[in-house]
């Protein structure tokens, strides 16, 4: 049997085989601190919960959903301006999707021709390259690196190269390097785009998770964002609804009736159980909210103390659910990093090299232990002498 040449453009995933080492050392008996993946282990709040269980009681939510409910629409712009200020946000202006990975590939494909040129972070959500690489086009890299705080800096991308790009991703708070848009920033993005004639998709996963000062915004809260681009509004990490795949594409509404056409032909939509439950985070309280931010904020401070005083540089992380650290002891290799980490201390983090040739010489830290449990994996890896 011969499969298709696309399967080739994928290696194998990371986050599998360290999850395999991790079962290989619960096994043995060892005390394993698993730091590696995003998923966040706060529960997910009740009146999310109810609203699920409600919605599945009535009969007429199992059938087709061919359609976002209008409420569900509604909801989003609504969203839009209660949280983040931007007015203006209209239905045709939004699409619910199984998730901003499984959305992207759509945008993506929306927008890019085989053989075009698309603009993707490195180091980056790996997400970001596998979108563009199904929808045929080529990624040119754009580093997020030190010199910059981590931050896109447009003025090193060559003319020529911009001038063929058809997208540019960008994602800020950025996963996974810790870093936190600006308006400078997010201003020569949009005068960039405009001046190239490049679409921008704007992933927004982590505006709930910035720290230090106020919350996190919107790309479609400045000025001639929404003439150049989308944004992904993901309620995964903010209501702890990972497993429910709710995001949606929100903007310029021919970028959005294309990912709907295009999105149409292999799938009927979000169930409409799904889509109530999101009407429920969008028009529900955001306490929970900030009090996660803060709790996250308490994790951060507790893991970026621990390796300082252990002799690390202080690591990168004013938001997202992610601890960029640079490797101690001038070390440079990630992956073989990663792996005595584990092998001596029982922590698990992910190899900045697999995020893009930029991570190396990195390693992730994710969020997902209470402040307790981070001391003693700082302990860990102090008793390991790393
Ligand atoms: C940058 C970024 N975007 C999107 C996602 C996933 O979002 P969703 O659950 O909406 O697919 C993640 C998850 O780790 C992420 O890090």
């Given at each position: 049997m011969q499969l298709s040449k696309?399967?080739?453009?994928f290696g194998d995933e990371v986050f599998a085989y360290f999850n395999q080492k991790r079962r290989e050392l619960e096994s043995e008996g060892r005390r394993v601190f698993d730091?590696?993946?995003?998923?966040?282990d706060f529960a997910t709040p009740d009146y999310i919960k109810r609203a699920l269980v409600d919605s599945a009681?009535?009969?007429?939510?199992?059938?087709?959903?061919?359609h976002d409910k209008d409420e569900l629409l509604q909801a989003v712009c609504d969203y839009y301006q209660r949280r983040?200020?931007?007015?203006?946000?209209?239905?045709?202006m939004v699409m619910s999707c199984a998730g901003t990975q499984e959305g992207m590939q759509y945008v993506c494909a929306a927008i890019a021709d085989p053989g075009d040129v698309a603009l993707i972070p490195?180091?980056?959500?790996p997400v970001f390259r596998a979108s563009t690489l199904l929808a045929g086009a080529t990624p040119h890299y754009y580093p997020l690196t030190e010199d910059h705080?981590?931050?896109?800096?447009?003025?090193?991308?060559?003319d020529d190269v911009a001038d063929r790009a058809k997208y540019m991703i960008v994602s800020l708070?950025?996963?996974?390097?810790g870093s936190v848009g600006t308006p400078k920033v997010y201003s020569e993005i949009i005068a960039f785009a405009k001046a190239h004639d490049i679409v921008v998709i704007h992933?927004?996963?982590?505006?709930?998770?910035?720290?230090?000062?106020p919350r996190g915004g919107s790309?479609?809260?400045?000025?001639?964002a929404l003439d150049v681009g989308v944004e992904f509004l993901s309620l995964s990490k903010s209501f702890d609804v990972?497993?429910?795949?709710l995001s949606f594409v929100v903007g310029h509404p021919d970028i959005v009736a294309a990912t709907r056409k295009l999105r149409g032909q292999v799938d009927f939509g979000k169930f409409f159980v799904e889509q109530d439950v999101a009407i429920a985070c969008l028009t529900g309280s955001l306490d929970g909210v900030e009090r996660q931010r803060l709790a996250y904020q308490e994790r951060r401070d507790a893991l970026c103390d621990g390796l300082e005083a252990l002799g690390w540089q202080r690591p990168n992380c004013h938001g997202t659910l992610f601890v960029w650290a640079k490797l101690p002891?001038?070390?440079?290799d990630s992956a073989a990093f990663a792996m005595e980490l584990m092998e001596k201390s029982g922590v698990i983090v992910t190899p900045g090299v697999s995020f893009g040739p930029?991570?190396?010489?990195y390693v992730r830290f994710a969020l997902v232990m209470d402040v307790e449990r981070i001391r003693e994996a700082v302990a860990a890896i102090g008793e390991a002498g790393l």
């Open positions: 696309r399967l080739d453009l730091l590696s993946v995003g998923t966040p009681a009535d009969d007429a939510n199992w059938k087709y959903s061919l983040y200020g931007v007015l203006g946000i209209t239905p045709g490195d180091p980056c959500y705080y981590f931050l896109p800096h447009v003025a090193d991308i060559p708070p950025a996963n996974p390097v992933d927004n996963a982590y505006s709930d998770v910035v720290f230090d000062g790309f479609l809260d400045y000025p001639g990972t497993g429910v795949r002891h001038g070390r440079r930029h991570g190396e010489g």
